[in-house]
């Protein structure tokens, strides 16, 4: 390969990974619209958290289904999901899953601290 192909690729390439990267920032941040749309999440000095709200419901299924005997992390995934879905009944299992994973992100330190409680 000639030395000008190469640079071109590199250019395509590079070219390619920042759209994908902005596309992945505008999905998120519609993604967080959508959350704070439905009280799922809340701003506070232009930063987000997960609404107390949302947390209390989280809490209190975590309980229900820790008192089941399902280990830990399975609770916390189910019990997330769970309540995620009650603010979005139309919606796909698909469709949920970005959403827990961006509430996940956000509540990660208050659900350990939660957690701890239960060690």
């Known amino acids: 390969m000639s030395e000008k192909k190469v640079n071109r690729e590199m250019v395509k390439d590079d070219e390619y990974i920042a759209f994908i990267e902005d596309l992945y920032d505008e999905v998120y941040y519609a993604l967080l619209i959508d959350l704070k749309k439905h009280g799922i999440i809340v701003?506070?000095?232009?930063?987000?958290?997960?609404s107390d709200k949302f947390m209390n419901k989280l809490f209190e299924k975590i309980v229900k289904v820790l008192a089941d005997d399902l280990p830990i992390d399975n609770a916390i995934d189910v019990s997330l999901f769970e309540t995620v879905k009650e603010y979005y009944p139309e919606y796909k299992v698909l469709e949920i899953i970005p959403?827990?994973?961006?509430v996940?992100?956000?509540a990660k330190y208050d659900i350990d601290s939660f957690l701890k409680k239960f060690e």
């Open 43 to 50: 701003e506070k000095d232009e930063k987000f958290f997960v």
């Open 99 to 102: 959403r827990v994973m961006i």
């Open 104 to 106: 996940l992100s956000l």
